[in-house]
């Protein structure tokens, strides 16, 4: 009578082979831990080995992710290997970006400053503006620094840029819609902070009826995960009606989407060449420029962070707003959202201190 060949199941083959992979336990411990010959263990490794590849390719991880994935401690799979492993080019994995230049700094600083002041002023006039000033750039340059910034000017164009051509992008529903109550309506959007070395990104989510920021965000570079940590963030405390935003990347993701949804918001975004779409948050980057950055040359990621969390809490708490009946964003969004307003409600953003 033939012996009946045990029947393991898929989970268990993966754990087992990404066990053998790490190279933390020998091939006999693991074959004396769950009791697999030790041949079987090496099958399944050689297999998995071999279609890595295709699973991670089916991921589509980012060359950051990627590279973050290496490990060159590892005992027994060198760089090289790894690296095929993962569909990444060693000179990807090697690769160092090198930071900007003092004058692109300098330039990008001007550009943000002068942006703000006119935001209508694209690549050709913001070029001929530097031109002006003394800088002898071409706009090549200009559309490189202002792309790197996320800025275009504001007003009906060509597309210029265009979001991810998987994601879905949504329909303007605030058009007629009379807004007369928090959550309501939330809207988001991304900035440029420049900082005294570099520059970083800012996001933040603001309660359309009282302009009250519910949370916000840094990150050094433009990926989706500061501003999904933000919507959480904003999503702990209540729930909108309707989100607004523009068509960015990060913003028509799945993931960013698919929270709404999962919670029964109804997603909006901007037009393209819509200059009033969601001008609330853009007049909130004005302010916050004008009255917070432009005021400090921040040296450090946690420096502007502890800058920006000082202004935002002042924000929300002490600075008010004529169209608002001169209450404060706290006043007006917890005044209306519990019926009445008591100094001592407490806030998703700590009271201003200096």
């Not at 006039?125 to 031109?131: E, F, K, M, S």
């Not at 060509?158 to 994601?167: A, G, W």
């Not at 523009?246 to 975004?269: K, Y």
């Amino acid at each position: 009578m033939g012996v009946t060949r045990k029947r393991h199941p898929a989970a268990f083959k993966a754990k087992v082979a990404l066990e053998a992979l790490r190279g933390e336990k020998t091939i006999a411990q693991l074959s004396s831990e769950y009791g697999v010959h030790s041949n079987q263990i090496r099958q399944w490794k050689k297999k998995l080995v071999e279609e890595l590849p295709a699973i991670l390719k089916n991921l589509n991880y980012t060359v950051k992710q990627k590279r973050a994935m290496i490990d060159v401690q590892h005992p027994q799979i060198p760089v090289s290997r790894q690296c095929a492993v993962l569909g990444l080019a060693r000179s990807s994995f090697y690769y160092r970006e090198q930071p900007e230049s003092e004058l692109n700094l300098t330039l990008m600083n001007l550009i943000d400053e002068q942006y703000t002041k006119t935001p209508f002023y694209g690549v050709p006039r913001t070029t001929a503006w530097l031109n002006r000033q003394g800088y002898a750039v071409n706009h090549k340059r200009v559309a490189r620094l202002m792309r790197g910034m996320g800025l275009e000017a504001v007003h009906p164009k060509r597309k210029t840029s265009m979001p991810n051509k998987e994601h879905k992008v949504y329909p303007y529903l605030l058009r007629g819609v009379e807004i007369d109550r928090p959550d309501h309506v939330w809207c988001a959007d991304l900035t440029y902070i420049r900082m005294l070395q570099g520059f970083v990104y800012l996001v933040a989510i603001m309660d359309w009826y009282s302009r009250y920021v519910l949370s916000w965000e840094l990150s050094v570079t433009m990926e989706k995960q500061f501003c999904l940590d933000a919507l959480d963030t904003a999503l702990a405390g209540a729930t909108p009606t309707i989100f607004n935003s523009d068509q960015g990347s990060q913003f028509t993701s799945n993931e960013f989407t698919g929270r709404l949804e999962s919670c029964g918001v109804a997603v909006s975004m901007d037009g393209r060449g819509r200059v009033f779409d969601n001008i609330f948050i853009e007049r909130l980057w004005r302010t916050v420029k004008y009255e917070e950055v432009y005021l400090h040359s921040y040296e450090t990621v946690a420096e502007a962070r502890r800058g920006l969390s000082r202004y935002f809490a002042f924000y929300n708490t002490e600075r008010i707003h004529s169209s608002l009946g001169n209450l404060t964003p706290h006043e007006a969004y917890f005044k209306e959202h519990e019926g009445s307003y008591h100094p001592g409600d407490s806030t998703r953003i700590p009271p201003y201190t200096q």
